[in-house]
C-alpha cells in the first residue's frame, strides 16, 4: 500500500535548522511530483514547498522563499525539506505529500488535488 513516512521533526531554537525526510513506497516515485504543506494549531493546512518528478523545477510558499529547499533522491524514493533560518511561526504539523505528474508545479499548492499525504511530523521552534 502507498506510505509516505516524514522524518526529522523536533524542537529548535529560532534561527536553528532542520532536515525533514519524506520516504515514500507503494507508488512510481518518480512519476509523482512531491511536496511539503505544514498546518499550525486553528489554522488551515498551508503550502510550503513543490518540487517537479526530476528535480528541475521547484516552487515555494512566500512564507518560506530564501530559508527552505525543497530536493529529492529518486533513488531513495526519498524528498527533503532542508529549513534555515527557523521562526518561531514556522512552529507547525509539516505533511509530506505526492500528486501524479505532469502538472504545473505551481499547481501543487492546491491542497485538493493532492494523491496521497504523509502521517506529519511535528516542528516546534521556541523563540
Known amino acids: 500500500q502507498v506510505q509516505l513516512v516524514e522524518s526529522g521533526g523536533g524542537l529548535v531554537q529560532a534561527g536553528g535548522s532542520l532536515r525533514l525526510s519524506c520516504t515514500a513506497s507503494?507508488?512510481?516515485?518518480?512519476?509523482?511530483?512531491m511536496g511539503w504543506f505544514r498546518q499550525a494549531p486553528g489554522k488551515e493546512r498551508e503550502f510550503v514547498a513543490a518540487i517537479s518528478w526530476g528535480g528541475v523545477n521547484t516552487y515555494y510558499g512566500d512564507s518560506v522563499k530564501g530559508r527552505f529547499t525543497i530536493s529529492r533522491d529518486n533513488a531513495k524514493n526519498t524528498v527533503y525539506l532542508q529549513m534555515n533560518n527557523l521562526k518561531p511561526e514556522d512552529t507547525a504539523v509539516y505533511y509530506c505529500a505526492a500528486r501524479r505528474g505532469p502538472i504545473a508545479v505551481q499547481g501543487f499548492r492546491d491542497k485538493s488535488t493532492v494523491d496521497y499525504w504523509g502521517q506529519g511530523t511535528q516542528v516546534t521552534v521556541s523563540s
Open positions: 507503494g507508488f512510481t516515485f518518480s512519476n509523482y511530483y
